[in-house]
C-alpha cells in the first residue's frame, strides 16, 4: 500500500530464527531501497503461526489488518484483526479474533475489504477459507459480527473487490487444496446488504 508517499510492503516472515513466522512489512520511499524489517505480529512462542496479511482503510481513517493465527486458542488459523491510526504501528496493537454473535470464529486465509455501502460507517467485509459465507461488519470493526451467504464456495485462498457499485463485492475464489487439475478458479458477487433487488 502506499501510505505518506511511502511504498509499504506487508508480508509473512520466516527468517528470524526466534519465530517459526511473523508477519512483517518494510518500507521504500525511492522504490529501489528498502528499510529495516518492522514486526506486525511476532508471537513469542516459536510454533506459532501468524500468516497472510491484508490491510484496508476505512472511512474513519483507520486501518484494518486481517491476518490468520496459527496457534491460536480459538482454533488453529483462526481469523485475528487489529485495528490502527497508523498502519506502520501494527505492531503495537493486540489482535484479537474476528467473531460472530454466537461465537463463532471463522480459520484460515483471510482477506478484507471497506466499502461505504451497506450503512453510515461503511462495511468491512472479511473471507475466510472456513465457510462459503462472508463475514460483516457495520461498526469500523467493533462488537459482533454477522454472516453474509455467497454463493463463490470456500477455498484456500479468496480475494474481494468493491465492484462499481459499491454495494457490489466481486470475489473471485482460487478454489481448494489438494483439487489437482479439477481445481476450478471461480468469480461471484454479492450485495453487501444481504438482498438481491436492492
Given at each position: 500500500?502506499?501510505?505518506?508517499?511511502?511504498?509499504?510492503?506487508?508480508?509473512?516472515?520466516?527468517?528470524?530464527?526466534?519465530?517459526?513466522?511473523?508477519?512483517?512489512?518494510?518500507?521504500?520511499?525511492?522504490?529501489?531501497?528498502?528499510?529495516s524489517?518492522i514486526?506486525?505480529?511476532?508471537?513469542?512462542?516459536?510454533?506459532?503461526?501468524p500468516?497472510?496479511?491484508?490491510?484496508?482503510?476505512?472511512?474513519?481513517n483507520q486501518?484494518?489488518?486481517?491476518?490468520?493465527n496459527?496457534?491460536?486458542?480459538?482454533?488453529?488459523?483462526?481469523?485475528?484483526?487489529?485495528?490502527?491510526s497508523?498502519?506502520?504501528?501494527?505492531?503495537?496493537?493486540?489482535?484479537?479474533?474476528?467473531?460472530?454473535?454466537?461465537?463463532?470464529?471463522?480459520?484460515?486465509?483471510?482477506?478484507?475489504?471497506?466499502?461505504?455501502?451497506?450503512g453510515?460507517?461503511g462495511?468491512?467485509?472479511?473471507?475466510?477459507?472456513?465457510?462459503?459465507?462472508?463475514?460483516?461488519?457495520?461498526?469500523?470493526?467493533?462488537?459482533?459480527?454477522?454472516?453474509?451467504?455467497?454463493?463463490?464456495?470456500?477455498?484456500?485462498?479468496?480475494?474481494?473487490?468493491?465492484?462499481?457499485?459499491?454495494?457490489?463485492?466481486?470475489?473471485?475464489?482460487?478454489g481448494?487444496?489438494?483439487?489437482?487439475s479439477?481445481?476450478k478458479?471461480?468469480?461471484?458477487?454479492?450485495?453487501?446488504?444481504?438482498?438481491?433487488?436492492?
Amino acid at each position: 500500500m502506499v501510505y505518506n508517499n511511502q511504498l509499504v510492503c506487508y508480508y509473512s516472515d520466516q527468517r528470524d530464527p526466534k519465530h517459526g513466522q511473523k508477519l512483517v512489512h518494510q518500507i521504500s520511499t525511492d522504490l529501489k531501497s528498502w528499510g529495516s524489517v518492522i514486526d506486525d505480529e511476532a508471537n513469542p512462542t516459536y510454533s506459532a503461526r501468524p500468516g497472510m496479511p491484508v490491510i484496508s482503510k476505512m472511512s474513519n481513517n483507520q486501518y484494518f489488518y486481517t491476518y490468520e493465527n496459527g496457534g491460536a486458542p480459538e482454533g488453529d488459523f483462526a481469523v485475528y484483526f487489529k485495528i490502527s491510526s497508523n498502519p506502520l504501528s501494527f505492531g503495537s496493537v493486540t489482535g484479537k479474533p474476528l467473531k460472530t454473535a454466537n461465537g463463532y470464529v471463522p480459520t484460515s486465509s483471510p482477506f478484507n475489504i471497506f466499502t461505504g455501502a451497506g450503512g453510515s460507517s461503511g462495511t468491512l467485509v472479511v473471507s475466510a477459507n472456513s465457510d462459503s459465507d462472508l463475514f460483516v461488519n457495520h461498526n469500523y470493526g467493533q462488537g459482533a459480527w454477522t454472516r453474509l451467504t455467497s454463493q463463490g464456495g470456500n477455498g484456500y485462498s479468496r480475494s474481494l473487490a468493491v465492484g462499481y457499485n459499491p454495494k457490489d463485492i466481486l470475489i473471485v475464489n482460487g478454489g481448494r487444496l489438494g483439487q489437482g487439475s479439477t481445481n476450478k478458479v471461480t468469480a461471484s458477487a454479492r450485495d453487501v446488504n444481504g438482498c438481491s433487488t436492492c
